[in-house]
């Protein structure tokens, strides 16, 4: 079973805002990573760090954090991030990289 | 622009071996950790194994701790896991990963294709 825990689906309407979360006892101590991953394609990175976009994520992707609790928020979503979304971190022990079970974004 | 381009995989029987490569380029391969992440056919990302950047560290998941090896050659720019005594349970799409730092953080900036791995009689 992921150390870090997700919601299995989340939904939102066209052009609202939505917010993704991670939860797990090693994000009390490391950044949750973000990533994209639409069907049959490789996962992209979209969000690491405190809240960090590597270059050519729109700037509707942002990241927080607060305890033990990460989260992506998609500030006015599109169509074209309808996509299975997963965040990872390191473990507890520091030495292992854990993901959460992923959330799939429905755009209504 | 990063290019990771995985190759090996195939179909093998319970309990067979079986080696997968990635060949990278456009980046200072030897400069950067580098991760071997599995997905099962409809299932979630699973972290496999990590090497650092010289080598000189390298940790398994526990669910493949004994049977696969992470392995890296930096004068041929290529990455290797050495897969032994494969179950059902690892039949999956295998991802080559790019870490952002020489050893870990976590942070998987660029990503392979994936090569699929399907083990069965």
């Known amino acids: 079973s992921s150390e870090l825990t997700q919601d299995p689906a989340v939904s939102v309407t066209l052009g609202q805002t939505v917010r993704i979360t991670c939860q797990g006892d090693?994000?009390?101590?490391?950044?949750a990573s973000w990533y994209q991953q639409k069907p049959g394609q490789a996962p992209v990175l979209v969000i690491y760090?405190?809240?960090n976009r590597p270059s050519g994520i729109p700037d509707r992707f942002s990241g927080s954090s607060s305890g033990n609790t990460a989260s992506l928020t998609i500030t006015g979503s599109q169509a074209e991030d309808e996509a299975d979304y997963y965040c990872n971190s390191r473990d507890r022990s520091g030495y292992h990289v854990v993901f959460g079970g992923g959330t799939k974004l429905t755009v209504l | 622009q990063v290019q990771l381009v995985e190759s090996g995989g195939g179909v093998v029987q319970p309990g067979g071996s079986l080696t997968l490569s990635c060949a990278a380029s456009r980046f200072t391969f030897s400069t950067y950790g580098m991760h071997w992440v599995r997905q099962a056919p409809g299932k979630g990302l699973e972290w496999v194994a990590f090497?650092?950047?010289?080598?000189?560290?390298?940790y398994n998941a526990d669910s493949v701790k004994g049977r696969f090896t992470i392995s890296r050659d930096n004068s041929k720019n290529t990455l290797y896991l050495q897969m032994s005594s494969l179950r059902a349970e690892d039949t999956a799409v295998y991802y080559c990963?790019?870490?952002?730092?020489?050893?870990?953080?976590?942070?998987?900036?660029?990503w392979g294709q994936g090569t699929l791995v399907t083990v069965s009689s």
């Open positions: 760090g405190e809240n």
């Open positions: 090497i650092w950047s010289d080598g000189s560290q390298k």
């Open positions: 090693s994000l009390g101590s490391y950044y």
């Open positions: 990963a790019k870490d952002s730092f020489a050893s870990s953080s976590s942070v998987f900036d660029y």
